[in-house]
Nanobody, 127 residues
């Protein structure tokens, strides 16, 4: 079964950048849609962005548009989240999620529709 592991989180000043990685530790998630969600203290988990299994379609939340980019690695089974011009409001635990065919999670932005999850990586943006 697919197991996901996130890495790349840390502390950064406002305006800085971070790149998060999501890798498969069990079965590969090749052929799955993948997404990033985040959860800030005291708030519900929210959708950030997603990429289709073939890398040809993306879906961005308003908060991510223009600053964040999702991509798939071309060498190993990895999905990346490039975050630029970070704001203190971006502080959260960031989670990677994967959705196998028939892709019930695509477009819903609901965590419950994405069956595979990592354990998260902390991103903290200082003012």
């Amino acid at each position: 079964q697919v197991q996901l592991v996130e890495s790349g989180g840390g502390l950064v000043q406002a305006g800085g950048s971070l790149r998060l990685s999501c890798a498969a530790s069990g079965r590969t998630f090749t052929g799955y849609n993948t997404a990033w969600f985040r959860q800030a203290p005291g708030k519900e988990r929210e959708f950030v962005l997603a990429i289709a299994w073939n890398g040809q379609s993306t879906d961005y939340a308003d908060s991510a548009e223009g600053r964040f980019t999702i991509s798939k690695g071309n060498v190993k089974d990895t999905v990346y989240l490039q975050m630029n011009r970070l704001k203190p409001e971006d502080t959260a635990v960031y989670y990677c999620a994967a959705d196998p065919p028939p892709f019930m999670g695509w477009g819903s932005h609901l965590p419950s529709t994405w069956p595979y999850w990592g354990q998260g990586t902390q991103v903290t943006v200082s003012p």
